[in-house]
DNA sequence: CTGAAATTGGGTATTTATACCCAATTTCAC
DNA sequence: GTGAAATTGGGTATAAATACCCAATTTCAG
């Protein structure tokens, strides 16, 4: 039997080399490529295409759901699975709606990332069992279904960085040049969006959600 | 030239053997061992020493702070390094105040990594040129030297928590069986302690120092 | 071009947070 | 035990945020 072809895009050196020396003692798996951004993965798939890419969701240069949408639609047969350190609900969903088939935290031990690569090569989907758990909580507990990142507009946006920074709506008014009740009609559809119901909440909900910088 | 004599302690396998995987290849520098935790490394410790020791700083068992200090305190000879993600002053900070004598990212370059190794080892003091200036540029702007999560008391942690987690004052003070005034005091001493000056930025600041989950 | 969504702005009220003033009691380290 | 820090609580104001009502304009994709 052919072993597993196998690529990574990864900006950590040091989860490539981790990788790298995962997959040299493995005979039924090959490590066909390592790429440290995408713009470098994009160039690759020309050359070379592998039966499994595994995917870091953040890279410098795209995004890792971007990633993923393109390779699915430009490259079906490759199975992509997002290995991260997010073990979000948002990012998980996003990640398969973008046409991943498997999502595997760096944190899992070696066997889990293994057996992730066999059954997506074998056409299976692959989550870990914390993060099947997660899943079902949040569809459970949570209105949010959708990536929160896709619902908020532009000013939304702008405007929830602002108010993680230190400013008040006066001041975010001020420095946008509109009125103040402009800025409160998007405070308040951000409390609705993000399903909270004062701003300290807002605030927590949106860094976890990757949504505001800290 | 003896090779120099490195061990790691980290709970992600992949990082552990991306470090395997570098040092593999270098004949100045020789690991001795791999420690998942801080208990196996304790126990490590009795056994053999090495001239290295790179630290992750989130280890399930013990924080990285805690090992720095008992090990610069029983094994002086060990030269720390925290080998971390977290590019926050006041996790360098606490590290070098703890003992160790080297700060590096894990998404440096192997060139770095094997430089603070070396520099260590020559009894220097090692940090990235990108956080030398995160240091240099918080000593200046903000006011808060020492780590804030020393400076809140019990109940201001608590209350912080519960802000963070979508209550008022008026609701804090019901579910601790305190007068709403008392929850006002505390919430203005979090404003003072962590310098800011609205609750938004109040929780933006938290969770970036590790004071509140989100 | 058309229509839905986004962005803009206003009125009014209430609730909440913040900023000052004040002090008694409790806790805990030295 | 002593004394500093922490915790508790009050009065009074103002500023800010939130909750409703309303609609005109702009943007942008189908």
């Given amino acids: 039997m052919n072993p597993i072809r196998v690529a990574i895009v990864d900006d950590h050196p ?4 981790g990788l790298y020396n995962m997959f040299q003692y493995l005979d039924n798996i090959q490590l ?19 039966d499994i890419l595994l995917l870091d969701i953040h890279l410098p240069d795209h995004s890792g759901e971007t990633l993923a949408r393109l390779i699915s639609r430009d490259h079906p047969a490759i199975g992509v699975i997002a290995l991260t350190n997010l073990d979000n609900v948002y ?12 999502y595997v935290l760096k944190t899992a031990p070696e066997e889990v990332i293994v057996e992730a690569i066999q059954k997506v090569y074998n ?3 692959f989550m870990e069992g914390g993060l099947r758990e997660l899943v079902l909580q949040a569809s459970l507990t949570d209105g949010v279904q959708r990536n929160p990142q896709l619902l ?16 008040t709506s006066k001041e975010i008014a001020e420095s946008l040049f509109l009125s ?10 951000l409390l609705l ?22």
């Fill in 32 to 50: 066909t490529a390592t790429y440290a951004d995408g713009r470098s993965l994009l160039e690759g798939l020309k050359e070379q295409q592998p």
């Fill in 180 to 189: 103040k009740r402009t800025i409160d009609h998007h405070r308040n559809n």
């Fill in 123 to 125: 056409g299976e989907r």
């Fill in 14 to 17: 040091l989860i490539r080399k």
């Fill in 193 to 214: 969006k993000l399903n909270v119901k004062n701003t300290a909440a807002l605030i927590a909900k949106a860094i976890k959600l990757g949504l505001a910088q800290t």
């Fill in 152 to 167: 908020l507009t532009k000013r939304e946006q702008e405007v929830l960085q602002l108010i993680a920074s230190n400013l």
């Fill in 91 to 102: 990012y998980i969903r996003s990640m398969f709606k973008a046409g991943a088939r498997g």
